[in-house]
Structure formats: C-alpha cells, structure tokens
C-alpha cells in the first residue's frame, strides 16, 4: 500500500517561485516514471513533467523553461521546482506513480 504525500504549495505573486516535493512510503522512486501533474479550476488534470528512473525528464509545453522536475531515489522524492510562475499556474498539483495519486497540493498565483 504505497502512498505519497505532496507538500510545498502555497500563495505566491506573480513571477515568483514555489518548490513542491513528493515522498513515498516505500522505495518505487528507481523502480519506474514519476510524474507531476495538475488541475485548474473547472478543467481537466494535465500532465506537467515526468522524470523516469535514470532520470530523463519531459515537460508540458506550458512549463518548458520555467520548471524543473528532479528526483532523489534515495529519499524516495521527486520535486518541482516552478520559476517565473504566471497565474495560469494556480492548480492543485497531484504527484504520480503508476496507478498512485498523491491527495495534492494547492499552489495560487497572484497578478
């Protein structure tokens, strides 16, 4: 019964930074593909980056140069570190592994 457990979101003004952080409750952070992804307001959850085991990164169009993903399997963590966030940003995060959601996070961006 793997869990995670995201943490970090917050209020934040435009162009400024969050970084988010996801910890499982047991070692499947080298095993396979983690991913963050998020939910705005009235739409559907989109994928924001992913991260596979040796560490292989992909981004949403949306975020390219702005975020990173990283991951310490070591510490069975991923994080999103999120720069310059516009408040098309604010959503609530959800952190991914397999069939695994985290409960989420909330991040609001001010203008």
């Known amino acids: 019964q793997v869990q995670l457990v995201e943490s970090g979101g917050g209020l934040v003004q435009a162009g400024g930074s969050l970084r988010l952080s996801c910890r499982a409750s047991a070692i499947i952070f080298g095993i396979r593909t983690m991913g963050w992804y998020r939910q705005a307001p009235g739409k559907q959850r989109e994928l924001v980056a992913t991260?596979?085991?040796?560490?292989?990164?992909i981004y949403a169009d949306s975020v390219k140069g702005r975020f990173t993903i990283s991951r310490d399997n070591a510490k069975n963590t991923v994080n999103l570190q999120m720069n310059s966030l516009k408040p098309e940003d604010t959503a609530v995060y959800y952190c991914n592994y397999g069939q695994v959601w985290g409960q989420g996070t909330l991040v609001t961006v001010s203008s």
């Open positions: 991260i596979t085991s040796s560490g292989s990164t």
